[in-house]
């Protein structure tokens, strides 16, 4: 009987790690991040959290947290500043 994966549990510990470090875990952090231990399973991990728009991929392969994931937003724009 396949386990229950705690989706919340996992977010929280990458939202965690994305505000210490400011990067996005390598294969082997997220192993000991989650307590896996084989890349095969967080390479599925992930692929749910891109289904799920945590999380996307360029067409190189690399990995960026999307804002769902992060809780900022982008702003667009540019505000000038200095004397009238």
Known sequence: MPRKRDLAGKIDALRGFYRRERRVPGYREMLDLFGYRSKNAVFRLLGTLEEQGYLSR????????TARLTGTMRMLGAVQAGFP
């Open 58 to 65: 360029d067409d190189a392969g690399k990995m960026a947290f």
